[in-house]
């Protein structure tokens, strides 16, 4: 919290944020974020309309945008909890080692007080993921309310990228859910209503913010932003490894930390295996599916740290020796 007080907003990132959500403030148009007097297609309004938010309770000032970070980082505890319940149907000794883990983890704990897009999708993926079991577990209208509510969130926070983080882990279910064998059609029209329903939440946005932006940031947030990232990305191109040297250091310390990996050796129980094929698909499978689109940074990562602070909690909880952090 100390940062918070004695540093201000860096730029490039954090100074352009705060530009946008103050001059969307000055003119009173909630709809279309801008910057410069031009539209800004470059992200969604969530953001920004998180900051306008506590501008409008507490008038305008600089450190509300700096506190919107860990807002989001403390408001992951309830949901990483309600993602152990879900996975493991009991309170656990990892449900503490879950929540050290993923504030302890070096790429989440550099952007807690940082005015950035990452952790709020986070928790947007956290939302859907909470969908995705539930629905695992036949509970067909809180599975597709929250799987619909975190895709929608998802796309006012960054857009379509919610997808990536959501849909792959979700698309192999007949995989990690024994339970769902027979069903499987009936499976993935629940993805498709739970999708369904979150393109009406971004739509309630993305049409009229459309129709009154103009035509060229009309083509910019229909189109070119996501086709330009995923195909021949105008920013942050890198090759497909990019990640794999990075993981060591994203992860630190705990992918380094022997206990971590001697109790992930002992993760053999039959009735853990569903819960923790499911972290790994939604690990493995995003680190792919970033891995093969065109741009890539470290912090696109950030949304599945919450998938890793379980396996890890889950891994710490199994080491020999549980008095014991090493």
Not at 201 to 224: H, K, N, S, T, V
Not at 248 to 265: A, H, K, Q, S
Not at 282 to 301: D, E, N
């Amino acid at each position: 919290v100390g940062s918070i007080w004695l540093r201000p907003l860096w730029p490039v990132d954090e100074t352009r944020y705060a530009s946008v959500a103050w001059e969307m403030w000055q003119r009173g148009d909630f709809l279309v974020p801008y910057i410069n007097g031009e539209p800004y297609s470059h992200k969604p309004p969530l953001l920004f309309w998180l900051i306008q938010l506590g501008w409008g309770l507490f008038g305008v000032n600089d450190w509300w945008p700096r506190l919107v970070g860990l807002l989001c980082a403390l408001a992951a505890v309830p949901l990483l909890l309600k993602l152990e319940k879900l996975l493991w149907d009991e309170k656990r000794e990892q449900d503490s080692y879950s929540i050290w883990v993923l504030f302890g983890t070096l790429l989440f704990a550099g952007f807690v007080t940082l005015l950035m897009f990452d952790l709020l999708l986070m928790l947007c993926a956290m939302v859907a993921m909470i969908g995705v079991l539930y629905l695992s577990k036949n509970e067909k209208f809180k599975g597709v309310l929250w799987l619909g509510t975190g895709i929608g969130l998802g796309v006012l926070a960054k857009g379509p990228v919610i997808l990536l983080h959501v849909l792959p882990a979700a698309v192999v279910a007949p995989w990690w859910a024994p339970q769902l064998k027979g069903k499987f059609g009936r499976w993935y029209l629940d993805l498709l209503l739970g999708v369904l329903l979150g393109a009406a939440i971004a739509l309630a946005w993305a049409l009229p913010a459309a129709y009154f932006g103009g035509e060229e940031y009309r083509r910019a947030i229909f189109w070119g932003q996501t086709a330009g990232r995923v195909s021949e990305s105008f920013a942050h191109r890198a090759p497909w490894w990019y990640y794999l040297p990075l993981l060591p250091v994203i992860l630190f310390p705990w992918f380094v930390w022997p206990r971590f990996w001697r109790g992930f050796i002992e993760l053999r129980s039959e009735s853990e295996k569903s819960g923790l094929k499911f972290l790994a698909a939604w690990l493995v499978l995003t680190l792919i599916g970033f891995s093969l689109v065109s741009g890539k940074q470290a912090k696109y990562l950030v949304p599945m740290l919450p998938a890793f602070a379980l396996l890890a909690g889950c891994a710490l909880s199994k080491a020999k020796s549980p008095a014991r952090w090493w």
